[in-house]
């Protein structure tokens, strides 16, 4: 038959493993067993060395109640050590808040009647550094927006040399817009090209003679206004 386990610690993590969970299920089972056998109220809490918690409770009831069953019947209160301990930590959080807006009320010049002159002095101190930190971040962002803004400038500058090189070629007749001749007209500072048609371009009457012995000029006008500051 199986020998009889020596009662200390399993050191081999995987035997250990192992044993607790066919221990657990073997628990969880009994204590299943007497609920329905027995009508017994039944709560198991188990933490693992992996700190993996399982637990159970007989389905009519729930943790909570069997704890409170316990107390009863024990005359103890589970719950005070805790409470006392949030309530311990409550009171430290709400002195160090109490703390905190005060030192924010003294950077802005209030409540300083209290404060001695080594106090005075090591809040002026921390002001100060503050300040220069607060200063150099702003220099940074300056700095950062200028570059950037110097960044668009030069595109700009850019699209505005690819423009004045396109007028250059207009006003020198280089480009050819669909056939036509085009000349630059300068009327006040601003651009307008005239289209002219060639001479055989004639506007007859009904006799079919024409009514002009020149070229008839047809004028489109665009006006590019690209003057740098």
């Not at 309530?87 to 703390?99: A, P």
């Not at 009514?211 to 008839?216: P, S």
Request: glycine share 6%; net charge positive.
């Amino acid at each position: 038959g199986r020998g009889k386990m020596e009662m200390k610690r399993i050191e081999n993590d995987t035997n250990r493993q192992v044993t607790f969970s066919k221990r657990r299920n073997g628990l969880f089972k009994k204590a299943q067993e007497l609920t329905v056998l027995c009508d017994a109220q039944i709560s198991i809490i188990l933490i693992s060395s992996t700190n993996r918690l399982y637990d159970y409770f007989s389905p009519s009831t729930s943790h909570k109640k069997v704890y409170d069953r316990y107390q009863d019947v024990r005359k103890v209160d589970l719950w005070k050590k805790r409470y006392e301990n949030m309530k311990h930590q409550l009171n430290e959080q709400s002195e160090r808040n109490n703390r905190l807006r005060k030192e924010i009320r003294q950077h802005m010049g209030e409540e300083l009647d209290e404060l001695s002159f080594e106090q005075l002095r090591g809040l002026e101190q921390r002001v100060e550094r503050a300040s220069n930190v607060i200063r150099e971040r702003k220099e940074k962002a300056i700095s950062t927006k200028v570059d950037t803004l110097n960044k668009k400038v030069k595109g700009l500058e850019k699209q505005h040399e690819g423009f004045r090189q396109k007028m250059e070629l207009m006003n020198t007749g280089r480009e050819d817009y669909g056939g036509a001749n085009y000349k630059s007209i300068s009327m006040g500072g601003a651009h307008f090209l005239a289209n002219i048609l060639q001479p055989d371009y004639h506007q007859y009457n009904e006799s079919g003679h024409s009514d002009i012995t020149t070229a008839n000029v047809t004028s489109t006008f665009g006006m590019y206004d690209l003057r740098l500051a």
